[in-house]
């Protein structure tokens, strides 16, 4: 089983940055393609980047294109999301996912979830 624990949330201003961390255990982490969602109060959760399993490939929403980048350490079971430059909003629960196929926008594609990790950006 796959347990997929978030860190680095937080309560910041707009324009600073915060740097999401998502800790894999439970499957050679190497094997996961990694993602990251968030979801706003009231609605349905939404995809912000994705990474393949060698970090060769990623993909982003565009609303966070050039401002968010997807990372991963294989070495350290981590996936991480850097976050410039953040607008009010971009507050949201964030949330990291993971799947043994394919780097995908479509949040049903992922079989296992963390628990979420607040971001607030005031204005």
């Known amino acids: 089983q796959v347990q997929l624990v978030e860190s680095g949330g937080g309560l910041v201003q707009a324009g600073d940055s915060l740097r999401l961390s998502c800790a894999a255990s439970g499957l050679t982490f190497s094997r996961l393609v990694m993602g990251w969602f968030r979801q706003f109060p009231g609605k349905e959760r939404e995809f912000v980047a994705a990474?393949?399993?060698?970090?060769?490939?990623?993909d982003y929403a565009d609303s966070v294109k050039g401002r968010f980048t997807i990372s991963r350490d294989n070495a350290k079971n981590t996936v991480y999301l850097q976050m410039n430059s953040l607008k009010p909003e971009d507050t949201a629960v964030y949330y990291c996912?993971?799947?043994?196929?394919?780097?995908?926008?479509?949040?049903?594609?992922?079989?296992?979830w963390g628990q979420g990790t607040q971001v607030t950006v005031s204005s």
């Open positions: 996912a993971a799947n043994l196929v394919l780097a995908t926008m479509d949040k049903s594609e992922y079989n296992y």
């Open positions: 990474i393949n399993w060698s970090g060769g490939s990623t």
